[in-house]
């Protein structure tokens, strides 16, 4: 694949993507603001139509990776490319493909929901004749169009979300970027935009998420990327991380505190024996089944009054792979 | 569509925006367009009354040789003049609302007629040199005047002038020229700078540099959308000195083409500023802080070669010192310095055209931190 595509993009009309290039492609990509790494030497792949989540606590590199992405930060050192497009020689075509939502939403919060399209329309060349049309359709979409006079300052967080997601569709792009999509707004507000998201996912866009919720993350993603400290700690499936990091989790209430707990800990395939007074916390690991055997031993001293067997969390999982909590 | 009339889009789209956000910000607009104006007018009343001493004359002789010694003191253009008694004088002088008080003392006409020395009582009150020396020398030359009128044999030694001009300038004509010039600085600076440093502080800025517009183009629009608006109290500032303070362009044309390349400058400036500085509080401060020192080092009072040389050098460093010679120019035809009309004009677009490069220059490398 050649790292230039084309010298010039036609505003209005963003090129056609070969569907075997990867829509994000980042090779060793470093950030550095004094000594600080923000994002250090981190390499991934994401795919045409994938919905990918970038998780990390606030700090992780996150932010700085999709600043990247989109040229507004200079990579340090490394390469970035958007559907084969070099972000650093080819940063207009890249914006022309890319629609973003930024974490500050970017919105002119003192002229209306209609002159904020307006204007993002005129700025991506979007033809005269389709415009009027285009504003219309994008936000009947986000559900904005009875609004679409009101100032912006007006305007809940969730409807200033929807609107900068109406704003960032608009030229139709080929990736959109959302940089925390639901911080800070109510759960009604936060549904609204993973049905959005979810919706253009069913389109075949490709959609690249940061977020530090883990739910968001698992109900969206395809793919996540874990980032700590700027660097990649995992990248995979939610389930496959939770398959490959996770084993299961057994609950256990007994009647009275046990004292067998080391002979848990002694079992194959035990990873973790987290007791607090009648409550044990057992994670497992790998394929093995040793509920059993758990049982067995608990069961021997005491009466066991609840068991609860489940799959591990992202919450879990993060602070298995990097030892911190997500929202430390 | 071509990438000229996309660019020209551009242009249009982030005029017209930002004059749109501008016009939310009634506060700000006011401000925008009445603070040249007040400018305008303070320094004019400061002018108008802040340079003659307040002084009060005690006739106690009323008789024609007083009375021309009176009008020789209107004449001396160092003084207002008031009649007071003596009581009354002396309770003005302690109230501090007067400089001084010139005594004519009751044998004024006859002691003059008999040729006897006359002592003329003056009280000043010196709490300010500048006044205090402006009454020192007043009073003698008030005398010498006097004379020069009532006994014109005697004195034998008067001036032969020679004038540069055809017509004398006045004070006011020539500082609210400069004025207007310091207006457009403020007016120019404060409408791009706010309107730069807002898209920083709002993020907004992350909408226009995540877009495939080209930055020579935004900064176009935007600088369009400044000239725009600081035209409104260019206007307003024109109005007053032309039509109530009855200063009218020997040059129109000129005076329009000056002002519009001075307002270029300080609108790339403000862009500039905005653009490093990225809060608007921070670059109100500054602009202030430019504008307020190059008010004063570049001419506004009076030609600058009457100056002492480090000001001199200093003024011809900034864009004010020419802007300044040249509205002089427009409005009164005549040039401050020996350069010429086109060496000053060339000059003042070198400036214009090296901001604006620069200040796109800047937007082009301007990223956004996390």
């Known amino acids: 694949m050649s790292a230039t595509r084309s010298n010039e993009v036609i505003p209005g009309q963003p090129a056609i993507g070969n569907r075997n290039v990867p829509a994000i492609e980042i090779q060793v990509l470093c950030k550095t603001?004094?000594?600080?790494?923000?994002?250090?030497?981190?390499?991934?792949?994401?795919?045409?139509?994938?919905?990918?989540?970038?998780?990390?606590?606030?700090?992780?590199?996150?932010?700085?990776?999709?600043?990247?992405?989109?040229?507004?930060?200079?990579?340090?050192?490394?390469?970035?490319?958007?559907?084969?497009?070099?972000?650093?020689?080819?940063?207009?075509?890249?914006?022309?493909?890319?629609?973003?939502?930024?974490?500050?939403?970017?919105?002119?919060?003192?002229?209306?929901?209609?002159?904020?399209?307006?204007?993002?329309?005129?700025?991506?060349?979007?033809?005269?004749?389709?415009k009027k049309q285009r504003i219309n359709d994008m936000l009947t979409l986000v559900q904005l169009a009875d609004r679409k006079n009101s100032r912006v300052s007006t305007f809940s967080g969730g409807m200033k979300r929807r609107l900068a997601l109406g704003r960032a569709l608009l030229h139709d792009p080929q990736l959109i970027y959302l940089d925390e999509p639901t911080l800070g707004i109510d759960v009604q507000a936060r549904r609204a935009i993973w049905d959005y998201i979810l919706q253009l996912r069913s389109q075949g866009k490709t959609v690249l998420i940061t977020?530090?919720?883990?739910?968001?993350?698992?109900?969206?993603?395809?793919?996540?990327?874990?980032?700590d400290h700027g660097k990649l700690i995992a990248v995979d499936t939610p389930e496959h991380l939770k398959q490959t990091y996770g084993g299961n989790v057994v609950e256990l209430e007994t009647a009275h505190v046990i004292t067998a707990v080391d002979k848990i800990h002694a079992l194959e395939n035990i990873k973790e024996v987290r007791q607090e007074k009648t409550h044990l916390t057992i994670t497992t690991q790998g394929t093995g089944n040793v509920v059993?055997?758990?049982?067995?031993?608990?069961?021997?001293?005491?009466?066991?009054?609840?068991?609860?067997?489940?799959?591990?969390?992202?919450?879990e999982i993060f602070l298995r792979l990097t030892g911190t909590a997500l929202r430390d | 569509?071509?990438?000229?009339?996309?660019?020209?889009?551009?242009?249009?789209?982030?005029?017209?925006?930002?004059?749109?956000?501008?016009?939310?910000?009634?506060?700000?607009?006011?401000?925008?367009?009445?603070?040249?104006?007040?400018?305008?007018?303070?320094?004019?009343?400061?002018?108008?009354?802040?340079?003659?001493?307040?002084?009060?004359?005690?006739?106690?002789?009323?008789?024609?040789?007083?009375?021309?010694?009176?009008?020789?003191?209107?004449?001396?253009?160092?003084?207002?003049?008031?009649?007071?008694?003596?009581?009354?004088?002396?309770?003005?002088?302690?109230?501090?609302?007067?400089?001084?008080?010139?005594?004519?003392?009751?044998?004024?006409?006859?002691?003059?007629?008999?040729?006897?020395?006359?002592?003329?009582?003056?009280?000043?009150?010196?709490?300010?040199?500048?006044?205090?020396?402006?009454?020192?020398?007043?009073?003698?030359?008030?005398?010498?005047?006097?004379?020069?009128?009532?006994?014109?044999?005697?004195?034998?030694?008067?001036?032969?002038?020679?004038?540069?001009?055809?017509?004398?300038?006045?004070?006011i004509p020539y500082l609210t020229v400069s004025i207007l010039v310091i207006a457009l600085v403020v007016g120019g600076l404060l409408q791009s700078g706010t309107s730069a440093a807002r898209e920083w502080e709002n993020a907004t800025m992350k909408e226009v540099l995540l877009s495939p517009a080209s930055r020579w183009a935004v900064v176009t629009g935007k600088m369009l959308g400044a000239l725009v608006m600081s035209l409104a109290s260019v206007i307003v500032v024109l109005a007053v000195l032309i039509f109530i303070i009855g200063v009218h362009p020997l040059h129109w044309g000129a005076m329009i083409g000056f002002?519009?390349?001075?307002?270029?400058?300080?609108?790339?400036?403000?862009?500039?500023?905005?653009?490093?500085?990225?809060q608007r509080q921070a670059f109100t401060g500054l602009a202030f802080g430019v504008a307020i020192p190059l008010f004063f080092v570049s001419g506004a009072f009076g030609p600058i070669s009457f100056n002492v040389p480090i000001l001199q050098v200093i003024a011809q460093i900034t864009p004010v010192y020419y802007a300044i010679v040249l509205q002089q120019y427009a409005f009164h035809g005549f040039t401050l310095n020996t350069y010429g009309l086109a060496a000053n004009t060339l000059i003042l677009f070198g400036f214009a055209i090296g901001l604006i490069l620069l200040s796109a220059l800047v937007l082009r490398r301007s990223t956004v931190a996390n």
């Not at chain 1, 109900?219 to 874990?226: E, K, Q, S, T, V």
């Not at chain 2, 519009?260 to 653009?275: K, N, W, Y």
């Open chain 1, 33 to 130: 603001f004094g000594k600080f790494h923000a994002v250090d030497h981190l390499t991934l792949t994401v795919q045409q139509g994938e919905v990918f989540g970038l998780l990390g606590p606030n700090g992780s590199g996150k932010t700085t990776t999709i600043n990247m992405i989109s040229g507004l930060t200079v990579p340090t050192s490394g390469v970035v490319k958007v559907l084969g497009y070099d972000v650093r020689h080819n940063a207009r075509e890249v914006r022309q493909i890319l629609g973003a939502v930024p974490q500050e939403t970017a919105l002119y919060e003192e002229l209306s929901a209609w002159t904020n399209m307006d204007f993002h329309a005129d700025l991506f060349g979007i033809p005269r004749r389709e």
């Open chain 1, 211 to 227: 977020t530090n919720y883990l739910e968001e993350a698992q109900a969206l993603c395809d793919r996540l990327a874990i980032i």
């Open chain 2, 259 to 278: 002002t519009l390349l001075t307002l270029a400058i300080f609108i790339a400036l403000g862009t500039l500023l905005g653009t490093l500085i990225k």
């Open chain 2, 1 to 171: 569509m071509s990438r000229i009339s996309y660019n020209l889009r551009v242009i249009w789209a982030c005029m017209k925006k930002d004059i749109k956000v501008s016009l939310t910000d009634r506060i700000f607009v006011i401000l925008g367009v009445f603070l040249p104006v007040n400018f305008l007018i303070l320094f004019s009343l400061f002018v108008l009354s802040g340079g003659q001493a307040p002084t009060a004359v005690v006739m106690n002789d009323t008789g024609p040789y007083a009375q021309q010694f009176y009008h020789s003191m209107a004449g001396a253009h160092s003084f207002i003049l008031q009649k007071a008694t003596a009581s009354e004088a002396s309770r003005l002088i302690q109230a501090g609302r007067i400089v001084a008080v010139v005594t004519i003392p009751a044998d004024f006409e006859t002691r003059i007629q008999n040729k006897q020395p006359v002592k003329v009582d003056v009280d000043i009150n010196n709490l300010n040199t500048d006044f205090t020396n402006d009454i020192r020398r007043a009073v003698p030359l008030s005398i010498t005047s006097f004379y020069a009128k009532a006994f014109p044999n005697v004195v034998t030694i008067v001036p032969h002038e020679t004038d540069q001009y055809t017509q004398d300038t006045g004070y």
């Open chain 1, 292 to 315: 059993p055997q758990i049982i067995n031993i608990v069961s021997q001293e005491d009466e066991i009054r609840d068991i609860t067997i489940r799959e591990p969390n992202l919450d």
